[in-house]
């Protein structure tokens, strides 16, 4: 099967995308994370700027020079805010996916999103339950949010290469279609993969944890 380039480009962005969140979840999440921040901020940037020039009598033919920089410090600032509302973000998510089920579970919805929920209905008021679970998700995945973005990438980036296995094994290299399609389904190979993500994600970033700490015990730092 002859590939366009595009196709090419898609399987390879994909294959390399699900590397990432699989073997370099935080670090992928928080470059991918200040990148956005870093675009929306420099057309926020360029916007304000080339709005704002006229009130301060800069002439046109300098609109671009003051379009530029508002792209830059847009998108500076934008990426450093983007970056430092990450964990806040990722909380707020998980605070508000945890109220939804607890919510669903607790009023006997019984679905949410065509996902199934276990009922406790009647187990106690709806609304207590999912503030209550909400609450105890906040503050558990605030206090470990490095462990828990670890295994959620991990799980996400291992599902990415399957599912790709799966749906394009009649144009990945090496292998069969059918070889890819068993690959994709193994449900061992998938937590291997998930497995061998965490432990090497775990080991890379308890020693930035551990040259963190050192530094802050420093000589130099203690006053």
């Known amino acids: ?55 301060f009598g800069i002439a046109p033919h300098d609109m671009l020079l003051v379009s530029l920089v508002g792209v830059l410090v ?37 679905e949410l999103g065509g996902l199934s929920v276990p009922l406790l209905t009647g187990a106690v008021d709806p609304v207590v339950g999912s503030l209550f679970v909400a609450a105890v998700v906040g503050i558990l995945v605030w206090q470990f949010y490095l462990p828990f973005l670890t295994v959620v990438t991990s799980l996400f980036g291992a599902t990415i290469l399957q599912e790709l296995a799966r749906q394009w094994g009649d144009i990945l290299p090496v292998f069969h279609a059918n070889v890819w399609s068993t690959l994709g389904s193994n449900e061992v190979l998938w937590l291997l993969l998930v497995g061998s993500g965490i432990l090497i994600q775990y080991r890379r970033y308890r020693k930035v944890g551990s040259y963190r700490r050192l530094r802050r015990l420093s000589p130099g730092r203690i006053r």
């Open 1 to 55: 099967m002859v590939l366009d380039s595009f196709t090419t480009l898609a399987v390879a962005l994909a294959v390399v995308v699900g590397l990432a969140f699989t073997y370099f979840g935080y670090s992928f999440v928080t470059q991918l994370t200040s990148l956005v921040g870093g675009l929306g901020g420099a057309l926020f940037g360029s916007f304000a700027a080339r709005t704002l020039a006229p009130g």
């Open 74 to 110: 847009g998108g500076y600032i934008g990426s450093r805010l983007a970056r430092s509302a990450q964990r806040f973000a990722i909380v707020g998510v998980c605070v508000i996916a945890a109220a939804s089920v607890a919510y669903s579970s607790f009023s006997g919805g019984g």
